[in-house]
């Protein structure tokens, strides 16, 4: 399994399920971490061909850049499956890709934020790598929503990388540079999110409150921050594609007809049950 790094709550929680899972079936797993880095994750790819290994998982950092290796693993007999994030491929190089709808994502965050505002924000965007599926379509969906909303407007827009210090240092800038015109953000991942509310604290405003917070994951991190008050809603982005990705990969394996795209289930959390939720959580 070719990961792309542990960038995230959601990433830490998604390898483990890929670990667990592969420890339960008794499945010899070999599993790189690309640190966030394409080169790396495509010289992980190309080890595992050499390994010989029957399939490949892979969740692709960045959304192109892909064909050459593919090719590479298809040319050697290897199947390879999309998980959690898609590359932009023709569909014959891989078997199937596992994971969330990103653009739905999006478009569930710019409802949630349009009902919590009653369609008046001047919004600041936290964006997810740039160049992944996620961000991609989360910056897509969002704006599909948002454009029917002629008080909404996105006042700026910027990467944080997915992570809880870039999305902080991000937020800082934001601030300082628009202040308390600002009344709300979207992130595209609860970590950035998290790194938005303290910044926002710094600055002596009150999150979820001065300013509105919506993203996207409903990690343990968000939940806290609901119940807290600081947090106005998670769109559910699922990690745990353990079992579904083995069951997939033992599939292709055997040669079984797989669907070109097993969409992971979702749904939206607001702070009023937060609490009573958050126990039964795995993430
Ligand atoms: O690809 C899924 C995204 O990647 C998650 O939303 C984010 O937290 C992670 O880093």
Redesign the pocket.
């Known amino acids: 399994f070719a990961q792309?790094?542990a960038?995230?709550?959601?990433?830490v929680a998604?390898t483990k399920s890929i670990k667990e899972t592969a420890d339960q079936l008794g499945v010899e797993l070999r599993f790189l971490d690309a640190q966030q880095k394409q080169d790396k994750q495509i010289e992980a790819v190309r080890k595992l061909i050499i390994q010989k290994v029957d399939v490949i998982g892979i969740?692709p950092i960045v959304e192109t850049g892909w064909e050459e290796v593919f090719r590479e693993a298809k040319a050697a007999g290897i199947p390879i499956i999309l998980s959690?994030?898609r590359a932009a491929v023709p569909e014959d190089l891989y078997a199937t890709y596992l994971?969330?709808d990103?653009l739905e994502?999006g478009r569930n965050a710019g409802r949630v934020l349009a009902k919590l505002v009653n369609g008046e924000a001047k919004i600041v965007e936290l964006v997810?790598?740039v160049g992944?599926?996620?961000a991609n379509d989360?910056f897509k969906g969002f704006r599909e929503i948002i454009k029917n909303y002629p008080g909404m407007k996105i006042i700026d827009s910027e990467s944080g990388d997915?992570?809880r210090a870039r999305g902080k240092e991000v937020m800082d800038t934001f601030l300082k540079q628009y202040g308390k015109t600002i009344t709300a953000v979207y992130a595209?991942?609860?970590?950035?999110a998290l790194g938005a509310i303290q910044a926002i604290e710094n600055y002596g405003l009150k999150p979820g409150v001065d300013i509105k917070i919506v993203s996207?994951?409903a990690?343990h991190g968000a939940f806290e921050a609901m119940i807290a008050g600081k947090l106005n809603a998670t769109v559910e982005?699922n990690?745990l594609l353990g079992p579904q990705f083995f069951d997939l990969a033992l599939k292709v394996v055997n040669g079984d007809i797989v669907p070109k795209w097993v969409p992971s289930r979702e749904g939206i959390f607001y702070p009023d049950n937060a609490a009573e939720i958050l126990p039964g959580r795995k993430y």
Do not use: Q
Not at 7 to 11: A, G, L, N, T
């Open positions: 792309l790094g960038e995230s709550e959601w990433r998604n969740s959690d994030r994971g969330s990103f994502e997810g790598t992944s599926a996620p989360r997915f992570t595209h991942n609860d970590d950035m996207i994951d990690s982005c990690p």
